[in-house]
């Protein structure tokens, strides 16, 4: 799975580092950020992404700006800026499609898990039937053997 992220701005790789310059375990960020240490592992390895109301909680627990941890350079000149803003199309449409392959990717993720929990369920219940059909037969077996012995 493409994780739309790392293309541009390696956004999970950029959490690492910063996190790791402020000496700051990832327990230390979980705590401050309302997320568990799993979920900021996931970021810093590329499994899954910050929502956009998270960066502005991590910027803050890790003492930087939003633009450095979307690594833009705040010192960029003005052709630069401009030349951005005549490819701003471009990339939009990359990140829209970048993100609409994320989604679809976590969608088939979660649909593979949804199922999975079905199966699982299902097997169980296959089980339980079993159980309780052999219970019924044996059940019937023993009233019956009572009453042909009265």
């Known amino acids: 799975m493409k994780d739309i992220w790392k293309t ?4 999970g790789t ?6 790791e310059q402020t000496y700051m375990t990832q ?11 799993k ?4 970021w810093e390895n ?3 992404i910050p929502g956009t109301d998270m960066i502005p909680k991590i910027a803050e627990a890790l ?12 010192a960029e000149g003005q052709d630069a800026a401009e030349e ?7 990339i939009l449409n990359t990140k829209i499609d970048s993100l609409s392959e994320e989604m679809r990717g976590l969608y088939t993720l979660e649909l593979k898990s949804f199922i ?14 079993v159980v309780i059909l052999a219970v019924t037969v044996i059940l019937i077996a023993i009233m019956t053997y009572r009453y042909w012995t009265l």
Do not use: N
Request: hydrophobic share 30%.
């Open 8 to 11: 541009d701005y390696r956004i």
């Open 84 to 90: 951005k803003r005549d490819k701003k199309p471009d």
């Open 116 to 129: 999975g929990t079905l199966e699982r369920r299902i097997r169980i219940q296959k089980k339980l039937t």
């Open 46 to 48: 590329g499994k899954t």
């Open 63 to 74: 003492g930087i700006s939003i633009a450095d941890l979307l690594g833009q350079d705040a």
């Open 39 to 42: 979920t900021v592992s996931r």
């Open 14 to 19: 950029r959490i690492r580092q910063f996190r």
């Open 27 to 37: 327990d230390q960020l979980a705590e401050k950020t309302p997320v568990t240490p």
